[in-house]
């Protein structure tokens, strides 16, 4: 009898210790610690974000789990993001999906030139897509939110009031937004936000192509005096959970995560689109920004070049076996109705 108890005892403590090592839950009284892993500097949008969805799971839960930020890749980079999230060296992560266009083909599709108006139908456009498909590449994680930026324009260091001023300038760009520049006969160079700001101080760089946020957060507008409105594309971005993570937490604290999904990414578009309003107030008034519209004659020219992205993207999509057109009409819809 006192040996199976023994047997019992000992099966336990390993049990025990198995649980402590392998899974972020602490079998001892204590929060849960997980950590957010992020790419870009603290006060980005990404990052904004970040701290918002600690301090409402903080607050929800009760203080039953407790999130440590990694902002500006010091835990995980922008293109190891997802990876890193699934070998476990970060709980959760940030990624901008755009940064691989060939990973994250479904929900990469919203950065297609189809018209979407803000951040925040973006984020709701971008997350319904994600949810009926259900892409392949995101079986390993766990999905905690979607979001996107929003329209992209133009800043540089010279004016471009039409085609002719940017053929060949080097403008950076990622992902989708890279062949749109290409499109209108830019040399479109590509690297992760980050890297921008070296690129732009040496001249590798005359400008670049993003959602306008990033020149009050990344003080592009000291040196990019000027700005094309071209209201483009989006950028699509993911918050990444690891899945033993995700199963090691008690159902209670799921469902507070579960709750706040659609809820964060349609705050982070609606925070992106008022801080958007925000930075380009801020570059006009101090910073003698010069912001340009295009003519109507002339953006007609500019947009008939973005006409075969669409065909192409689908051809291209296709021919790896995703329902390309259907995706298309999906978001389509989807903008319609989440603008309403
Ligand atoms: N426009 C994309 C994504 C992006 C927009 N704002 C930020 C801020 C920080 C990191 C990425 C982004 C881009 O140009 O990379």
Known sequence: MKQKLGIILIG???AALAV???SPVPAVAGPIKLSYANFPPAPTFPCVQMERWKKE????????????TYPGGTLLGSKNMMDGVIAGQANIGNLCMAYQPGRFIVTNATSLPLGIPNARVGSLVLWDLWEKYQPEEFAKVK??????TAPTNIMSKVPVRTLQDIKGLDLRASGGAAQILGAWGANPVGMPMPATVEALQKGVVKGLYSSLEVMKDFKFAE?????TMTDTVIYPFAVVMNMETWKSL????????????????????SYMDNHVTEAVKWSKETQNVEFITLSKKEKKQWDVKLQFLTDKWVE???????????IVKDIEKLIKKHSK
């Open 12 to 14: 336990f403590f390993v």
């Open 20 to 22: 402590t090592t392998l």
């Open 57 to 68: 799971v903080e607050k929800r839960t009760g203080g039953k789990v407790s999130i440590d």
């Open 143 to 148: 999905v905690l939110a979607m979001f996107t």
């Open 223 to 227: 040196t990019c005096k000027y700005v």
């Open 250 to 269: 008690p159902k209670d604290v799921q469902k507070v995560m579960d709750d706040l999904r659609v809820e964060q990414s349609e705050w982070t578009g």
């Open 316 to 326: 291209n999509s296709k021919a790896k076996g995703f329902p390309a057109k259907a």
